[in-house]
């Protein structure tokens, strides 16, 4: 056996995904445990460029080539790879290899992230949106106590001058946006604690949600149902899970219509699933609900903020829907989960299942 055989035997019984690349990018070889982290035999990936393989992937390529130019490896401890609208995280180490082997120049290994690496990120996101909601529930405490006098001495002044029809006018424009104003503040002072639970079965949820939206919905869009009915009842507030749907749902509508997507398609999809971890606990059963759109997906900039209040991708929009569906997940001691790239977007809800 040559010394490049023993190599690739060895490389083939690896439980780190390798994937060695020429200059241009083109897969030269693919170990076996490439199948377990992307779900694909590694002779599809043979004789493909790695950057037309994936439908979506955040690694920076122009860092690849610079490496290989430049002879030095580095390791990218966070990256996206989709393939079929399914999402894998990894860590992805490069090292150049021109010297080593005549036909390949990178090779990459692949890592799955690990689970405790994912739940001290979840960890780490709470905190900042924890700390960005406290922060903007003090600012609406501080504008909500001077709004009420405000609106107070309209109304005295409306009295004091009953008959005169333009103080009346100027008093009521006064009345009407105080009001408006105090409506904003409610909404971001959001639900402070959780309302009574009761047994319910989501799908009763999620269907009513579906005919709510369906009465105004665009020609061009549609709502794909894709329910498991094995699910139990579990223990929720269906109110204000109604409105975390709601929102989502809602959402996805507006981003269809304002991108022109010709044929949307929105679905609403249930599972369960075993040992899911959110933030610091791993529950044994959860229930997970997945609003996914083929609409134009969410922008980088913005993707990693989407549940602080008012950030949005919406040209008049409050920023305020995604917080608030956030905070009341939290409060069925759940999370949401957003994947997006470009021509999808995928909201995923988790909430557990006492058994």
């Known amino acids: 056996m040559t010394y490049s055989n023993i190599a690739v035997c060895a490389l083939d019984n690896m439980y780190t995904a390798v994937i060695m690349l020429d200059r241009h990018l083109q897969v030269k070889y693919a170990n076996n445990a490439t199948e377990q982290i992307f779900r694909m035999s590694p002779k ?41 609208a399914s999402p894998v995280i990894v860590e ?25 690496r994912r ?20 600012l609406a405490h501080e504008i909500k106590n001077p709004l009420g006098g405000l609106r107070g001495a309209a109304q005295l002044l409306e009295r004091q001058f009953k008959g005169d029809n333009d103080v ?4 009521s424009i006064i009345i009407e946006q105080a ?26 949820i999620l269907e009513k949600v579906r ?26 507030d269906p109110e204000q899970i109604e409105q975390t749907l709601i929102n989502i749902v809602c959402n996805s509508i507006q981003a269809l219509q304002e991108s022109n997507t010709p044929d949307g398609v929105i679905t609403l999809k249930t599972r369960t699933a075993y040992r899911i971890s959110i933030y610091e606990s791993i529950v ?5 609900i997945t609003i996914s759109d083929n609409g134009p997906g969410i922008p980088q900039d913005i993707k990693d903020k989407i549940f602080y209040p008012l ?33 999808y977007t995928e909201f995923t809800i988790y909430i557990p299942i006492k058994e």
Not at 71 to 82: A, I, K, L, S
Not at 191 to 201: D, G, L, W, Y
Not at 324 to 341: D, F, L, P, T, V
């Open 211 to 236: 005919k709510l939206v369906q009465v105004n919905l665009p020609a061009n869009i549609k709502i794909v149902r894709d329910y498991d009915p094995s699910i139990p009842e579990l223990s929720v």
């Open 311 to 343: 950030v949005t991708r919406r040209k008049g929009g409050t920023g305020l829907g995604l917080a608030i569906a956030q905070n009341i997940i939290n409060q069925h001691n759940g999370k949401i989960e957003c994947n997006s790239w470009k021509g």
């Open 44 to 84: 599809k990936f043979l004789g493909r460029k790695l950057d037309e393989i994936f439908d979506y992937t955040n690694f920076d390529f122009a860092r690849l080539l610079s490496c290989h130019s430049k002879d030095m490896g580095y390791t990218d401890y966070e990256v996206t790879f989709v393939i079929e």
């Open 119 to 138: 739940m001290d990120k979840d960890m780490e996101q709470y905190s900042q949106q924890e700390a960005a909601r406290e922060l903007v529930r003090d």
């Open 179 to 204: 009001d408006r104003l105090k409506n904003l503040v409610n909404r971001l002072l959001g639900p402070q604690k959780a309302s009574p639970h009761v047994m319910t079965n989501i799908h009763v």
């Open 284 to 288: 044994k059963l959860a229930l997970v």
């Open 168 to 171: 009346k006018e100027y008093t």
């Open 92 to 116: 992805v180490t490069v090292t150049p290899i021109n010297d080593v082997c005549p036909e390949c120049d990178i090779l990459l290994e692949f890592r799955k992230v690990e689970l405790q």
